[in-house]
């Protein structure tokens, strides 16, 4: 974006990318990464392939935006709910709780993202996400970790994730 950019066309922008990655959350959801195509998705955005690959690369890359913005969704619920919750280890059982509530009230493509978690890219962004949750977890609740070294346990976790 250049600096005489007016607000109308970021906001236009905005708009059109949004529509892009409603409509490939929704597509993804009903028939899967493989089954999906770019055009589909144009279509249902109601757009161009140009004008989609403006703002995406490729379909794997709008699958990625798709799982960012999904993971964030599911941080925010858990988030509402953590800052309710009192310190200490309930507080870890209740992180989990809230995120697999969170992912059930998103099944249709939560399902998706962990099918395409088998996709050797799709599987790094996910790790991604997963451990710097628990990374950001961790430091907001140092006393759950206890004695143990974060940045130990962060690559333990997604280790664990890694494995086939």
Do not use: W
Request: charge should be neutral.
């Amino acid at each position: 974006m250049s600096a005489s950019d007016t607000e109308s066309e970021r906001k236009g922008r905005a708009e059109v990318r949004d529509r892009l990655l409603r409509a490939a959350r929704a597509r993804f959801a009903r028939q899967g990464f493989e089954a999906t195509t770019m055009q589909q998705i144009v279509q249902d955005a109601g757009t161009s392939i140009g004008n989609c690959y403006f703002y995406f690369h490729d379909k794997e890359d709008l699958m990625v935006a798709v799982i960012r913005a999904v993971s964030e969704e599911i941080e925010r619920a858990i988030d509402a709910q953590m800052a309710r919750a009192p310190s200490g280890p309930g507080r870890m059982a209740a992180a989990l709780y809230f995120g697999v509530e969170a992912a059930l009230a998103r099944a249709d493509i939560v399902r998706q993202v962990l099918v395409g978690a088998s996709y050797p890219a799709l599987r790094h962004i996910i790790h991604e996400i997963y451990a710097g949750r628990v990374r950001r977890f961790f430091e907001a609740n140092p006393a759950l970790l206890g004695d143990h070294d974060l940045d130990l346990a962060v690559c333990l976790e997604r280790r664990e994730l890694q494995r086939p």
